[in-house]
């Protein structure tokens, strides 16, 4: 015999079968038992393990009826089971399931020669036994095949249900001492149902089990007594154990005393149903759950869900292809970039140009360099070196050597100075080609990498909660709420999110909100809500409350006699915990300085949108404008507020110095840097810092800071200001950075103000 799979499945998978073994030996009705033997054949029908299962069908008939008979009648029928087995083993073929019921009917030839004069009530016991049969192998085959889901068709729930009765039938005479089996037993089965959310399920398992033992002992109150406890335990469903195992327990206590006057004999009809919570009450949420998804899935649930994560995976690798693309653009793109030679190869070369053009037609050319040799030479490369150095070369440049002798002195100096100047064009040429070929290049590989960001975000398959979405459901319809469907998952962030499918007349009630909190157990809120096709029916989707959120404050003024400002802020959320601060100061004042603050805010809310790195935007932000060659710089002052890690970043380039109000005390951010445009590559200055309610942020651009004329004199005013109050905080500096003024605007003043507060939940 070879076991097959794991060892540890199999040896508990025939623990089992043996058990069900001695529960069908017990089962009788009128003393008639042909279960036993229609669970042999159905089991080899199946393919059960033939020799385990022939040991334990003997040895459960003589365990319950150790007589002659016994023996005679079951070593026949296992002999004619195992030969037809067999045959077809080895001639390599399934049994046809017409052969297993003649193979049964042979079987029992011993049967039928011991109680042939009672013919009506063989008659019974055959018909018994073919309903047995065919009952056993269609629940045998749903068990044996059905790995990861228990769902049932009618035939098989109504075969599951017959199996269910008879196994109560040979439970109800088994007793260890007085404790009574079938009570444990039951209780068991009736406390995992509950865990499934089905209650139809639940009381139709239970009132067949209760049946079974009813006709076994001939005594239905068990149907009544164990129907009430299965309807309280229903009432009082998951996810409250200890509530359903509370009612439970005292109902059955006033069932014994009233109904069945226990007395004294109370302990052992209450002990199995005691024994059975406690091991409910010890049983893991996390497996209930997983035991009602075996056997209660709702229709389409497995393969829409299972579709979501399928089309999740083919997304992330779509963007890993189209990642390496923009990869390879990348290097195309750097690869295109044009070295600027360097100081000696451009003389060479200049030298080259000049003899070429100013010697070639010269009358002294021979003599010259019959004469001189390589003097000439070396006095040119002398030259063109102090026209790249300076820019341009003169007469009192030429060495004595070279104006003695050559006849063309001004055409040489003039023709120097056009090379150099025509040169310094093309090298201010190729650096703005070159730039806009390293821009592209950095866009392509930020691109790249937001491509995998996204991907390894979305390549986490999604976890479904179906047994709390039934109970949300429910929760909702006592509250007079149809919820057509609920949608609980958890991504890679851990965050529960739900979408709700509701009528439109609902979608705005507070109790949605409440009941999901309830629940979930954590605070949620609506985040959006957007109508489907299917009529009147909306769309919400929840999710985990922010504990935090931010309110700002922001006072502003034009320099005076400026119809714009030059001055221009943003404040924008990205995503759901997430904000953008930005201050953005273009040079001057007036309407080319807020083209070019605009411009410069503008790119930077879209790639911040987008999601892309700090040093990708500034770099970014930065080459697009140096390309200008305008000279319009500008500076920015960026914080970017972290709701759920309480962390603030600064980012500064080219802007003045920032504030954090500290409960009293002033932190001082730093400024630095020079401003966006001014050279091709920037080194911000930044700084990251924790934040809390307490703390106020305060940015300010320099028609600000300048008017308080040092950092110390508005330290201590801010310092001096009472109010928490954001908007007035900001009015508050504004005035005051006016009234050092003579309240006079001599720039542009802008002040942000932001702060940090708790939700309530």
């Known amino acids: 015999m070879k076991i097959k799979g794991n060892s540890k499945k199999f040896v508990l998978k025939y623990i089992a079968i043996f058990f069900v073994c001695i529960v069908f030996a017990k089962a009788q009705i009128n003393g008639l038992s042909p279960f036993l033997l229609a669970f042999f054949f159905a089991g080899i029908y199946v393919g059960f393990e033939e020799k385990l299962l022939a040991i334990f069908t003997l040895s459960s008939a003589l365990a319950v009826s150790p007589t002659i008979n016994s023996l005679l009648i079951n070593i026949t029928s296992i002999a004619v089971g195992l030969i037809v087995f067999y045959i077809f083993k080895f001639s390599k073929k399934p049994i046809p399931l017409y052969m297993i019921f003649i193979s049964y009917l042979l079987g029992l030839i011993t049967y039928i020669y011991f109680n042939y004069t009672e013919f009506l009530r063989l008659l019974y016991y055959v018909a018994l036994g073919l309903i047995c049969l065919y009952v056993f192998i269609v629940v045998a085959h749903a068990l044996a095949f059905r790995k990861n889901c228990f769902k049932l068709t009618l035939n098989e729930a109504i075969c599951f249900l017959f199996s269910i009765a008879i196994i109560g039938m040979g439970l109800a ?155 390879d653009m990348k290097q195309i793109h750097l690869n295109m970039v044009k070295k600027e030679l360097n100081k000696d190869e451009l003389i060479a070369m200049l030298t080259r140009e000049t003899i070429n053009s100013c010697c070639k037609d010269c009358l002294d050319k021979n003599r010259c360099t019959r004469a001189i040799g390589t003097d000439n030479k070396s006095s040119l490369e002398l030259l063109i070196e102090i026209a790249v150095t300076k820019g341009r070369v003169t007469l009192l440049d030429i060495p004595n050597s070279l104006g003695n002798r050559c006849a063309k002195v001004n055409n040489l100096i003039s023709l120097i100075n056009r090379l150099a100047s025509e040169y310094k064009q093309y090298k201010n040429m190729l650096s703005d080609v070159n730039n806009v070929k390293i821009l592209l290049a950095d866009q392509m590989g930020a691109v790249s990498r937001l491509l995998l960001d996204i991907g390894d975000e979305i390549d986490t398959n999604v976890s479904f909660d179906i047994a709390r979405e039934n109970k949300i459901i429910s929760r909702l319809l006592s509250h007079n709420i149809e919820c057509k469907e609920v949608l609980l ?273």
Do not use: W
């Open 173 to 327: 005479p088994i007793y260890i001492f007085e404790f009574s089996i079938y009570r444990f037993v039951l209780m068991c089965i009736i406390f995992l149902f509950v865990s499934t959310g089905s209650a139809p399920m639940t009381f139709a398992i239970s009132l067949c089990f209760s049946l079974g033992v009813g006709l076994g002992n001939l005594d239905l109150l068990p149907l009544a007594e164990f129907a009430l406890l299965t309807m309280l335990a229903n009432i009082f469903s998951m996810p409250a154990k200890f509530k359903i195992v509370f009612v439970v327990l005292l109902s059955d206590i006033f069932i014994q005393f009233y109904f069945f006057n226990a007395g004294t004999g109370v302990f052992y009809q209450l002990l199995p149903i005691a024994i059975a919570s406690l091991l409910f009450l010890c049983i893991p949420n996390k497996t209930l759950n997983s035991f009602a998804d075996f056997v209660y899935v709702k229709k389409s649930e497995l393969s829409s869900r299972n579709l979501i994560n399928t089309t999740r995976k083919n997304i992330r690798k779509r963007m890993s292809e189209l990642s390496n693309v923009f990869l």
């Open 489 to 761: 998952y958890t991504e890679k962030d851990e965050n529960i999110s739900a979408v709700l499918i509701l009528n439109g007349k609902e979608m705005y009630n507070p109790i949605i909100e409440k009941v999901l909190s309830e629940t979930l157990k954590i605070p949620m809120e609506i985040t959006s809500i957007s109508p489907i096709e299917d009529g009147d029916f909306y769309s919400l989707t929840l999710r985990r409350k922010n504990k935090y959120d931010c309110v700002f404050g922001l006072a502003s003024c034009n320099k005076s006699g400026n119809l714009e400002s030059g001055d221009c802020h943003s404040i924008i959320r990205l995503g759901k915990d997430r904000f953008l601060l930005a201050l953005c100061d273009g040079m001057g004042s007036g309407k080319g300085a807020h083209k070019m603050s605009a411009t410069t805010l503008g790119l930077i809310e879209n790639f911040y949108k987008v999601g892309f790195d700090n040093d990708v935007i500034l770099q970014s932000v930065n080459k697009l404008l140096a390309i200008n060659n305008q000279e319009n710089y500008s500076t920015l002052d960026v914080c970017l507020i972290d709701l759920n890690n309480e962390i603030a970043d600064f980012i500064k380039v080219g802007s003045p110095f920032g504030l954090i109000k500290r409960d009293g005390d002033i932190e001082l951010i730093e400024g630095g840097a020079l401003p966006i445009g001014a050279l091709d590559n920037i080194s911000p200055a930044t700084k990251k810092t924790t934040i809390s309610t307490k703390d106020i942020v305060i940015m300010a651009t320099d028609g600000i800071t300048d008017a308080f004329v040092s950092q110390e004199n508005m330290i201590e005013y801010v310092s001096r200001l009472a109010s928490n109050n954001p908007q007035t905080l900001a009015e508050s500096i504004l005035n005051e950075a006016l009234r050092l003024n003579d309240n006079t605007a001599k720039d542009d003043m802008t002040v942000l103000v932001a702060r940090m507060y708790l939700k309530s939940n």
